[in-house]
Structure formats: C-alpha cells, structure tokens
C-alpha cells in the first residue's frame, strides 16, 4: 500500500480515487460511509465530520479502500489536528497567582469588631438572664408517634427491585454501520450517524435505551457492566436497562 506524503490528507484521498476511476457514490457503497463525510475528508473540512475518533476510523476504512495506508492517514490526521489542539487548549488555561501584599502595608485592623462582638454577647447573655428567672418550668412537649415509612432503601419508601434504574450503556461497533441510539423516552444519543469499527461510545443518565441497527452489521454491548454481542441479517430494535438487553420489535428507519 501506498503512505501518503506530500500535500493534504483530502488531496491524497482524492487523488488517490480519481487514480482509480471511482466515484464517491460507489466509494459510499463500498465503505458504508456516507457520502458527505468522504467528500469532507477529501476537502480537508474537519468541521463537518463527527468526533475525532469517527475521523480515524473513517480514514483507515477508506484509505485501505483506495490502496493507501490507513494507518498512516489516521496518524497524520493526530499529529496535525488533534495535538496542535491539545497544545492550544493547555496553553489557553488561565495561571492563577496568590495576591501578594504591598511592602509596607499592614492588614486592617480589627480591634472594633472584637469589641463589638464582646459587648453583643453580654447583652444577649443580660436577657437571656431575664427571661430564664422564672420559676414556673416551660410545660414539656407532647410526645407524639410519627408514622414509620415502609422499609426501604435509607427508611424510604419500599422499592420493586425490577424497576429499572439509570445504567451505564457502552456500544462498540464491530463493522462499519449505520446506528440510531435512543436514551429515555425519546432523545437520539447518536442520530442515525455511520460509525467506525472499534469507535466506542459511553452513555449513563437514562434507565432505558433503544437501539435501531441495519442488517447484516454486529455490535457489542455493554449494559450495567454486562457485555453482549448483537448481529442480525435484517434491521432489529434492541432495549436495554438494568434487567439486561433484549431484542424488540424494529422501530426504524427513523431516528428516534
């Protein structure tokens, strides 16, 4: 295989494809990705693709597709784009110093406000004294029975242990795929995006999950802790919570 050099990392795929007499259309079938992020990659336009880590996975799949080296674009891809950034985030944080006191200034005095402190505690204490001498004791409280909770988690109210409760939810793409995540009652965790093999992603404020796969694609689950391999030939829903992941009845193609 060919490791690019020279100009860009979108010249070289573009050149690279041209070389070949293929088309964006045709490189979108055979890599299952979508067309507008092959057309950024060879444009050198970062700012349409998703995160960094799609980025390199996109790379290496069609890098080896066009006979370059993979493994080298997404490295180029690093040391241009992802370390210059992280130079730059470090270096913009802000240095705070310790005030230091002008030589020869004195702190501010505070001999009145102990003062005035001292003589607030002898008059509270002057009519504290005045209303305690009466020799007629305060009557004491009636002793009333607060209602006991059910017996629960911290002396709450008693909780199903089947009621799912918020978990922790990893997927790791094994094939190149198409993917709609749905977290609670509606909200799309990843809309329909196209991700790389090995490109993981962590989710861990919703009690229920919903996920929308193509055919003919396999992932890898993690569901409080608990890991799965899903694969089907034909589009399948799955739900996951904290009872475990199960397979339902598809739910696409929209997302959510």
């Not at 349409?48 to 180029?76: I, M, N």
């Not at 006191?101 to 505070?110: C, E, F, I, L, V």
């Not at 009333?144 to 089947?162: D, I, L």
């Amino acid at each position: 295989m060919q490791n690019p050099t020279g100009p860009g990392i979108g010249t070289a795929l573009k050149d690279a494809r041209r070389r070949l007499g293929m088309d964006v259309k045709e490189a979108e079938e055979r890599t299952k990705i979508r067309a507008r992020y092959l057309r950024a990659l060879e444009a050198d336009d970062w700012e349409v693709l998703p995160a960094p880590a799609y980025v390199r996975g996109f790379l290496r799949t069609y890098g080896e597709l066009l006979g370059l080296d993979g493994d080298a674009l997404a490295d180029e891809f690093r040391r241009r784009h992802e370390e210059p950034a992280a130079v730059a985030n470090a270096a913009s944080e802000p240095i705070l110093k310790g005030a230091r006191r002008a030589p020869g200034s004195r702190p501010p005095s505070r001999g009145p406000l102990i003062v005035a402190i001292g003589v607030g505690i002898v008059i509270l204490l002057v009519i504290l004294g005045s209303i305690g001498g009466s020799d007629d004791p305060a009557p004491a409280p009636a002793d009333t029975e607060r209602p006991r909770p059910a017996q629960g988690e911290k002396g709450g109210p008693a909780k199903n242990s089947n009621d799912p409760v918020p978990i922790a939810l990893t997927v790791e793409p094994l094939d190149a795929m198409q993917v709609c995540l749905v977290g609670g009652s509606g909200e799309a965790l990843i809309d329909g995006q196209m991700l790389a093999p090995g490109a993981a992603e962590r989710f861990s404020d919703y009690k229920t999950y919903r996920l929308d796969l193509e055919g003919g694609s396999a992932m890898k689950l993690t569901a409080g802790g608990k890991a799965q391999r899903v694969a089907s030939d034909a589009p399948t829903s799955y739900e996951a919570d904290s009872n475990g992941i199960r397979e339902i009845p598809y739910a696409g193609p929209e997302c959510p």
